[in-house]
């Protein structure tokens, strides 16, 4: 293949300026021959000599006879590169490196030894590994340094062969007296020589370059599997820089694809904090935004789903930094509408046509757009967000007995999920926002759904997720969800809360419910039903506190349960199911 380009600007590395080795060992090239190529023989070659020959500069007919001399070390390497002569191969390749800019035709010389390199690595002694560790790693470096020469096809060629590391192929001829170096290694000595910092450095040299910037992406995908490369990834902001180019043009869709799978990586196996920082930055989150925009609107494929709810994730974890622009770039307010936009008609334009099917992506976006919701309410300035994207109404949509017609057919067990995720989303909510829970009917509704959790309707639970953990054919995690919310409710001593609480009659409907909890008690769903009673004590203990009439409502039914729970067998206090904790909530309900 034709590999002359126009004469280029590069700052390459001094020759041998890596290399720590002073003087080039004096290591014989071994050579096939025809007569000796059956017989697996060698034919010895001077390394030393092609170095002096490169490095010479006054003779005529010079850059012939240096090429002739690269050509023909290309043609003796074809089967592996044996460890003992890599310091001597690479110094030559950044000699050729160094001649590109005046000497355009030592590009072909370059691109030749760097094709070597995805090639074997061949060891003579089982110690060799260790011998040569520091030239292998040095030189392995130097791929790195090579990616400043202003040449498409190096570059290519160079994040091709680093690609090359994770995919070991035998020689593909055995060599006698040598064996290849185990698979790992050139992963190995990648690691200690740094490439991976500098392999991120050279995205700044390829703003415009989109094809080589998607092969650097990829090494880099390659090299981010491992935790080492990772920190040296994270120590020149790999993260920041990767993500403010989420949103650069790419109609492969590569760049997205690789660039997300690094940014996990780097989340994954390097110091979760540094890369957090990293990215809570407006650059960074104004890029998640669009994507996610844009994935959200126009993202159709089964895989362009998932790459959405992966950058929701991520954008999730940036959000636990309290310091993150969330806000200032207007991803809170989007993110609130995209979790609301079924359940509360809106006219935004972004949501226009929209619909959510009943697919796993789907059902996975919706429930990480709830847990988002939760981390975001922890932002003082978000309340506003919540009230005008009427979070509290959507949410309490879900807080009602299961209908055959929904606006997505949810199947059963998928609409159990999210009421259950709505419900634990609302107990992080609804107390930030009391007006909205009032307006909204908060205390009727949960009231109303206590009453149909109480029910003998045919309702078979799935009992599947981790919300729903104990209430597999039955109403008990239903149940549970709705106590922690009222109890939450309960908990900020808000008197209009509570007094309509009183007014519903709800203290005797909770000891109704604690009574019949005593009946339907198993071994089965023993914790959850104790968690139930836990909560219940604990509402009416807030409910009745302070207040005579509230106490006298409470009455001698209520004396009855918490003398039933004081009457506990002592050894079942050390159980470990939770009857520890009953016990402290009906001290909390002794005045």
């Keep these: 293949m034709s590999t002359a380009e126009a004469p280029a600007t590069a700052e390459v590395q001094d020759p041998g300026s890596r290399i720590k080795a002073c003087n080039p060992r004096q290591n014989p090239v071994r050579v096939v021959t025809e007569d000796e190529e059956t017989q697996g023989g060698f034919k010895l070659m001077d390394l030393n000599r092609v170095i002096k020959l490169l490095e010479e500069t006054d003779k005529d007919d010079l850059e012939e006879k240096q090429l002739k001399s690269v050509k023909k070390l290309v043609q003796c390497y074809q089967n592996g590169l044996p460890l003992r002569d890599l310091a001597q191969i690479f110094k030559i390749l950044n000699l050729c490196a160094g001649k590109i800019e005046n000497q355009p035709h030592f590009i072909e010389s370059a691109y030749n030894i760097l094709k070597l390199c995805g090639l074997p690595f061949l060891k003579k002694k089982a110690s060799d590994e260790i011998t040569y560790a520091e030239d292998t790693a040095n030189s392995i470096a130097l791929l790195g340094d090579l990616m400043k020469i202003p040449s498409s096809e190096l570059r290519i060629q160079i994040c091709k062969c680093i690609v090359d590391f994770y995919h070991a192929e035998p020689p593909k001829k055995h060599i006698p007296g040598y064996q290849q170096a185990s698979s790992s290694y050139k992963i190995q000595m990648a690691e200690v020589g ?3 910092k500098t392999m991120v450095q050279s995205l700044a040299l390829l703003e415009n370059q989109l094809v080589e910037k998607l092969w650097v992406l990829k090494a880099l995908q390659h090299l981010s599997t491992s935790g080492v490369n990772c920190t040296l990834m994270m120590k020149v902001q790999a993260a920041s820089g990767i993500c403010a180019h989420l949103n650069d043009p790419d109609p492969s869709g590569q760049l997205l694809f690789r660039s997300s799978e690094i940014l996990w990586n780097l989340l994954e196996k390097s110091s979760k904090e540094e890369i957090i920082q990293q990215l809570s930055n407006l650059n960074c989150l104004l890029a998640l935004k669009e994507v996610f925009k844009n994935l959200f609107m126009r993202g159709f494929s089964h895989y362009d789903r998932q790459l959405r709810n992966d950058i929701l994730v991520i954008t999730t974890i940036i959000a636990q930094n309290p310091g993150a622009p969330m806000i200032e770039c207007g991803f809170t307010r989007d993110l609130i509408l995209f979790a609301t936009f079924n359940e509360v008609k809106s006219q935004d334009p972004l949501v226009k046509g929209l619909k959510l099917s009943n697919s796993y992506e789907d059902f996975e976006l919706k429930k990480l757009l709830f847990n988002i919701i939760v981390i975001l309410c922890k932002d003082i300035p978000t309340i506003q967000l919540l009230i005008d994207g009427k979070v509290v109404l959507a949410l309490f949509t879900y807080v ?39 307006l909204c009917q908060g205390n009727s509704l949960l009231l109303a759904f206590l009453e149909w959790c109480e029910s003998e309707d045919s309702f078979f639970s799935h009992g599947n997720s981790f919300h729903g953990t104990g209430g597999r054919g039955n109403k008990f995690a239903q149940m549970r969800y709705s106590l922690r919310l009222l109890r939450a409710m309960v908990y900020l001593e808000d008197e209009t809360v509570n007094k309509e609480l009183f007014e519903k009659r709800t203290i005797q409907q909770l000891i109704g419910i604690f009574k019949n909890t005593i009946s339907k008690s198993s071994d089965k769903e023993e914790a959850i039903i104790l968690e139930i009673q836990s909560d219940i004590l604990l509402i009416l203990s807030g409910l009745c506190e302070h207040h005579i009439p509230r106490k006298e409502t409470f009455g001698t039914e209520g004396v009855d349960i918490i003398l039933h729970v004081m009457t506990t067998d002592p050894k079942k206090l050390q159980s470990g199911l939770g009857y520890n904790v009953l016990l402290f909530s009906t001290l909390d309900s002794i005045w």
């Design 194 to 196: 740094g490439l991976a």
């Design 400 to 438: 009602k007995k299961p209908e055959k017609y929904q606006i997505i057919e949810w199947s059963a067990a998928q609409y159990e999920e999210l009421q259950l995720h709505a419900i634990a989303t609302l107990s992080s909510v609804a107390p930030l926002l009391i007006e909205e829970y009032m």
